[in-house]
């Protein structure tokens, strides 16, 4: 069976590995193109847009794909609300798989905001010296914040209008503790805003930020697309790709 993996994520290569090593299994990543030098898992890649839902719905249909598994970024929504409409459009069977989020714990201080313009909006009263980890996008929602300095990390430079006072730290996870501690050291950070990305290749900064005593922004996670299946693990997913393929009793007539 064709199964394609909307990737993009560690939790996607490792998908990958499980189902390229079955006999019965034909796996394709789907990457969108973002990262100069990206990660490859095994499998076949393609690289690139669909054009949409609909898009997405031919491209499964020209290639036969028997199940999608969405193992894109918690905060890549577009593409999950493609991948739930070009499953509906086509009948192919469609799995989320979210590593789950993070969870505060005794001595964090933290403040959930629901955008980066809400996260945006509560910093001024939070501090003057921002680490900024929400990515290279959206870094438009911080630049009218000019009494404030940003350490802004990224895996690629940052696009658009960005905050005027700013240093940029091109870099990927996993990072260490040690490494986090000495980040917020160097550069004076008082305030840390983050996604709720989740998984352990990035949480050592707010590990970092609580035993400095930092108040830490947090943005929510957009929802998952209604009706969709989630799994938090590769393993979970690969199980349940298992259970999708032609002839499986899950599997959905027509
Ligand atoms: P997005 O806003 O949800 O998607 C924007 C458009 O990019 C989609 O409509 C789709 O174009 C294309 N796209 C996104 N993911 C794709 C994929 N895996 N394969 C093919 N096309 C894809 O996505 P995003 O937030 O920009 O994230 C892009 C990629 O980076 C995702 O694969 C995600 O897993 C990864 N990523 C995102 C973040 C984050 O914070 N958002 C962090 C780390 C990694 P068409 O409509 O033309 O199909």
Redesign the pocket.
């Known amino acids: 069976m064709h199964v394609l993996v909307?990737?993009?994520?560690a939790e996607?290569r490792r998908l990958a590995e499980l189902l390229t090593a079955r006999p019965d299994t034909r796996v394709t990543?789907?990457?969108?193109?973002?990262?100069a030098a990206p990660r490859t898992p095994p499998g076949a890649l393609?690289?690139?847009?669909?054009?949409?839902?609909e898009?997405?719905a031919g491209w499964l249909r020209a290639h036969a794909v028997a199940a999608v598994v969405d193992?894109?970024?918690?905060?890549?929504?577009?593409?999950?609300?493609?991948a739930a409409h070009a499953a509906a459009l086509t009948g192919v069977p469609l799995l989320v798989l979210r590593r789950p989020g993070w969870a505060a714990v005794a001595g964090d201080d933290w403040r959930e905001a629901g955008s980066l313009a809400q996260a945006a909006a509560l910093l001024p009263a939070l501090g003057r010296r921002v680490f900024l980890t929400?990515?290279r996008?959206g870094l438009a929602a911080f630049a009218n914040l000019e009494e404030l300095w940003f350490l802004v990390r990224s895996?690629e430079p940052p696009e658009g209008p960005c905050p005027a006072r700013r240093e940029v730290l091109l870099d990927r996870g996993p990072f260490t503790l040690d490494g986090e501690r000495e980040l917020l050291r160097r550069h004076r950070v008082d305030v840390l805003v983050t996604?709720d990305?989740g998984g352990a290749a990035t949480a050592p900064k707010l590990t970092a930020a609580r035993e400095a005593g930092l108040p830490v922004v947090v943005v929510r996670r957009p929802p998952v697309p209604d009706g969709v299946p989630v799994v938090t693990g590769p393993e979970a997913a690969a199980r349940w790709v298992g259970l999708s393929g032609p002839g499986r009793p899950e599997f959905p007539p027509g």
């Open positions: 909307l990737g993009g994520t996607a990543t789907s990457l969108a193109g973002r990262v393609r690289i690139g847009g669909f054009g949409g839902a898009g997405l193992a894109t970024h918690p905060f890549a929504d577009t593409i999950s609300r493609n929400t990515g996008m895996v996604k990305s």
